[in-house]
């Protein structure tokens, strides 16, 4: 693990290659998995503010869910998630013509009908960060459905941390980044060289 600032991060984000491959995957992070993603309470709030923005974006399943339980939920193990439909789909999805899954929020974000992105776990990935009472963790989140972001990410020589550069530097900062980046390449040289 690398220590920068405090932050550790793992070094899976230097020794993996990563670049989604949407074409092939179709967004399946947006659609697999047994909860929403991770938000904060500052998100949450976010989220229902921008609902009016989205809302004829989200599917009919979807509404219905936000109405009946409102747009996030603590999971199991008591993290704040956002709602998901059928046990899996997150209620933000939206598809795009030949079943590609997209986000409503950054849907809206890309045609500047926003000025926020999406949550920053969604942002990140596939990279979680856990706050513990300590520390603060950044680790690679290795998914089978990923595999060909990793196959894309190795055939265009892009590490993790190089295809998160701008979600890293928006959640920690253009300092931290180049520190970061100073890490990695000082890594690679001597051990992957």
């Known amino acids: 693990m690398f220590d920068i600032n405090g932050i550790l991060v793992s070094l899976d984000l230097v020794e993996k290659f990563f670049c989604c491959d949407l074409d092939t995957c179709l967004g399946a992070c947006c659609i697999e998995g047994d909860a929403g993603a991770p938000i904060t309470e500052q998100e949450r709030q976010q989220l229902e503010t921008i609902l009016p923005e989205i809302w004829d974006d989200l599917l009919p399943r979807a509404r219905e869910e936000i109405r009946a339980n409102g747009v996030a939920y603590h999971d199991p193990e008591g993290e704040l998630v956002t709602q998901i439909i059928d046990g899996k789909n997150c209620v933000f999805t939206c598809y795009e013509p030949g079943g590609l899954c997209s986000c409503a929020i950054e849907k809206a ?3 500047g009908r926003l000025a926020w992105r999406k949550p920053i776990s969604c942002y990140l990935y596939p990279a979680r960060v856990k706050v513990h009472p300590n520390c603060t963790v950044v ?3 290795r998914w089978k459905i990923c595999k060909c972001a990793e196959v894309l990410g190795r055939r265009e020589g892009i590490r993790v941390y190089e ?3 701008q979600p890293l ?3 920690f900062g253009q300092a931290w980044y180049d520190e970061l980046v100073a890490n990695c390449r000082l890594y690679i040289e001597q ?3």
């Open 191 to 193: 051990y992957l060289s």
């Open 139 to 141: 680790n690679y989140d």
């Open 109 to 111: 974000y890309r045609a």
């Open 169 to 171: 530097i928006d959640r």
């Open 163 to 165: 295809f998160l550069r």
